[in-house]
C-alpha cells in the first residue's frame, strides 16, 4: 500500500499582494489591525491598562489553573506516548528524507528560540527563590531538603512539560507539512478532523490566536530580556535603570533583529544561535570549573532524583496548598511555554525535516530537560552553595527584595573575572533577544502568509517591528506584570487548542501507518 496521500492544497492561494506584501486574507489584515491598535491604546492609556493588566493576571491564573495543568499533563503523556510506539519509526518528510541540518546546528537554533533567555533570568532566580520558599508545603524543610525541594520546582519549569508543549505543536506541524503536503500553518495540524474547513473561518481564526500568542509570548520574553540587559548595563558601566533605557535598548535590539530577519534564516538566525550556543556553553563550563564543582555534580543527580520523586505532587492541582507558587509560577509558566508553542513550535518544524518521529521526540524532549537540569544546577545551585557554604547573600537578597533581573549578575560577583563574566552575560542576553525576534518574526510571517516560507522581506520587517512595540507599550504599561498578563490571556484559549492538536496529530499517524501497512 502506498503512504497516506498528500493534500491537494497550494501554499499561498488564497493569498493576496499589496504595498509589496503577501497577505492571506484575513489573517494579515484581523491580526495587524487589532496589534496595532492595541500598541496604540495601551501607550495612550499606560495607567488604566496597568490597572487592567494587573486584575487579569490573578483572575485567570487563579480561575483556570486546572486547565493549564491538565492540558500540561496531557502533553506529557502524549509525547511519551509517541516515543514507545509503532507511530516512532515515521520519518518527517517521507522514508526517504534526509535531515537539512547537523545535530549541532539544529540543536543551536532549537535552543536559542526555546528558552534563550528565559534561562539566563531564570537560571540563578529560581532556584534560589524556590530554595527559600520550597513549594508543596515543605516550607520548615532543612537547608539540604529545601535545596532539593527547590530545584525539583525549578527542573518542573523547564522540564518534560514546556518541551512536551514545543514537541507537540512542532511535530503536528512538520508531520503535516512535509507530509501531507499542507502549508506550514497552524490550521493545517486540524485538517485530520475538521477537512477542508481549515481553509475557511475555521482556519483564519485559528492562525490569527496563534499570531496573537506568538506576539504575546514573545513580547513577554523581549521585556525580560530588557528588564535583565538593563540591569547588567546599570551593574557594570551605571547606566540609569529607566523606561527610557529600556525602549533604547528594545528598539536597538530590535533594529539588529531586522537585519538578522532580512538575511534569512540560514544567514541571520541560524548563525546567532550558533554563536548563542557557544558563548552560553563557554559561560557554563567556567561557572562549573571555578564554581563549586562537587556541588554542581552532586546537584545534578540529586536534582534529577528529586524532580522524577515530585514530578507527579508538582503536576496535581487539586487540594494545593502553596496557591502562589502554584498560581504564580506554575500556571503562568505552563500558559507562558502555550504562547510561545506557535512560535518555537513552526520554528522546529521548518529546521526537523528528516527526523524520525522518535528520534524527533527524544531530542526536543529528553534532551533539553537534561540540559536544563545542568544549566539550573550550575547557575542556581553556585547560588546556593555560595549562601549555605560561604555565607555570601548577594542573591539571597535579590530574591528577599524583588530583584530578580540583578541575581544572575549578583552570582556571578565573587567569581574569579566577574566583570568578563557579566558582560558576557549581558551579551548572551542581548544575542537571545535577537534570536527570539527575528526567528518570532519569521514563524508570525509564515502564518500570515498562509504558510508560504518566503514571503516578500517588508511584511518580516513590519512583525519584527511590532514585536518591539508590543513589548515596548506592554513594559510602559506595567511592566513586567502586564507582559505576564498578555502571556497568559492569550495562552489560555490557546491551551485548548493544542490538546484538541494531540488527537489530530494521532489521527494523522494512524493513517499514516495504516497506509504503509
Known sequence: MSEAKAVDYEVGQ??????????????????????????????????????????????????????????????????LFLVVSPFGKIRIG??????????????????????????????????????????LGMTGADQ????????????????????????????????????????????????????????????HVIDTLAVFATLFGLATSLGFGAEQASAGLNYLFDIPVTDVTKVVLILAITAVALVSVMAGLDKGVKRLSEINMILAFLLLLFVIVVGPTLDIVKGFFQGAVAYAANIVPLSNWVGRE??????????????????????VGMFIARVSRGRTVREFIVCVLI???????????????????????????????TVTNWAPELSLFKMLEPLPMSGVLS??????????????SDSGSLVIDTITAGGKVDAPVAQRIFWCTFEGLVAIALL??????????????????????????CFSTFKGLREEKAAKA
Open 367 to 397: 534532551i533539553p530537560t537534561i540540559v536544563s537540569i545542568l544549566w539550573m544546577n550550575a547557575f542556581g545551585g553556585t547560588a546556593i552553595s555560595q549562601f549555605i557554604t560561604d555565607g555570601y547573600t548577594g542573591v539571597t537578597e
Open 423 to 436: 558582560f558576557v552575560g549581558i551579551t548572551l542576553v542581548i544575542v537571545f533577544f535577537v534570536t527570539s
Open 94 to 135: 517521507g522514508a526517504d528524507a534526509k535531515p537539512d541540518y547537523s545535530y549541532a546546528g539544529w540543536f543551536a537554533m532549537l535552543f536559542a528560540a526555546g528558552m534563550g533567555i528565559g534561562l539566563m533570568f531564570f537560571g540563578v532566580l529560581e532556584p534560589v527563590f524556590h530554595f527559600q520558599n520550597p513549594p
Open 322 to 343: 502553596d496557591t502562589d507558587f502554584l498560581h504564580g509560577w506554575t500556571t503562568f509558566y505552563w500558559a507562558w511555554w502555550i504562547s510561545w508553542s506557535p512560535f
Open 144 to 203: 539540604e531538603a529545601a535545596r532539593s525541594l527547590g530545584m525539583a520546582a525549578t527542573i518542573f519549569h523547564w522540564g518534560l512539560h514546556p518541551w512536551a508543549i514545543y514537541a507537540v505543536v512542532a511535530l503536528a506541524l512538520a508531520f503535516f507539512c512535509y507530509n501531507r503536503g499542507l502549508p506550514l500553518t497552524i490550521r493545517s495540524a486540524f485538517h485530520p478532523i475538521f477537512g477542508d474547513a481549515v481553509w475557511g473561518w475555521f482556519g
Open 476 to 501: 510602559l504599561g506595567g511592566g513586567l506584570g502586564s507582559l505576564q498578563a498578555a502571556a497568559i490571556a492569550t495562552g489560555f484559549p490557546f491551551a485548548l487548542v493544542l490538546v484538541l492538536m
Open 14 to 79: 488564497d493569498n493576496i499582494e499589496i504595498f509589496g506584501l503577501d497577505i492571506h486574507n484575513p489573517v494579515f489584515l484581523i491580526s495587524s489591525v487589532i496589534i496595532v491598535g492595541f500598541v496604540i491604546f495601551v501607550l495612550m492609556f499606560q495607567e488604566g491598562a496597568a490597572a487592567f493588566f494587573g486584575e487579569l493576571r490573578p483572575w485567570l491564573t487563579s480561575t483556570f489553573d486546572w486547565v493549564f495543568m491538565l492540558a500540561g499533563n496531557i502533553f506529557v503523556l502524549f509525547c
